[in-house]
């Protein structure tokens, strides 16, 4: 069912937010934006170690939503560390910190009505926790991209795993820091036996019943 009022903020994953602001609703209903885009929106947040495909998938599952008509937006774990999260590093503090904005931020794309697309090695199962509860269980499809390390190792597209094998990356995911992964997500995608085409299908068929007649 659509919703029928804007969503309200809600501090409690992100703290208590100071006396001095107010939250002002907007003149726009959601369900008028839903309507007008023809889909009622998501996050498909895609989690899983460097090298398994996440940027691909993502970028091609974006390119087929918008073939199909529907409005989608990539938010990429590289791309967001040029701009808006390029004061953070990799330590485990900065880590959750990127995640809680990249989830404030694809919560407000929603809002907008658009379906995002969210490619994060997000290692900590507290920290994707903390993102569905900020974009909201309803819209908040988690999907793992289980391609194992040694699969990911020998693709090593950016030459990082070479890298931190020799000490040269500290708190690398699945090197020298851990990756926890997603005991029940909504999705789980073996992109290390599948094509990228088949991973895409059955990432765009979990998304369907959220397209709306027009």
């Known amino acids: ?107 407000l794309f929603n809002d907008a009505g658009l379906m995002v697309v969210a490619a994060f090695i997000s290692p900590y199962r507290q920290d994707r926790a903390m993102a569905r509860e900020i974009v909201g269980t309803a819209r908040f499809i988690e999907t793992h991209l289980c391609a194992d390390i040694g699969v990911c190792e020998r693709r090593d597209p950016k030459g990082l795993y070479k890298k931190a094998r020799t000490g040269a990356i500290a708190d690398f995911t699945g090197v020298s820091a851990p990756y926890e992964a997603p005991e029940a997500p909504e999705l789980r995608i073996d992109t290390g036996r599948i094509t990228v085409e088949d991973s895409v299908a059955a990432i765009v068929a979990a998304l369907a019943p959220r397209f709306l007649a027009g």
């Open 1 to 107: 069912m659509l919703p029928t009022h804007e969503s309200q903020p809600d501090t409690s994953a992100s703290g208590t937010a100071s006396a001095n602001i107010a939250w002002h609703g907007s003149q726009v209903a959601a369900v008028d934006r839903f309507r007008l885009l023809r889909q009622e929106p998501a996050t498909v947040w895609l989690t899983g170690l460097s090298g398994a495909g996440k940027s691909t998938v993502a970028f091609a599952v974006e390119r087929r939503l918008l073939s199909l008509g529907q409005a989608a937006y990539v938010l990429d774990g590289d791309n967001v560390r040029h701009g808006l999260n390029r004061d953070l590093g990799f330590s485990h503090r900065d880590r959750t910190e990127n995640i809680r904005r990249i989830a404030e931020l694809a919560r």
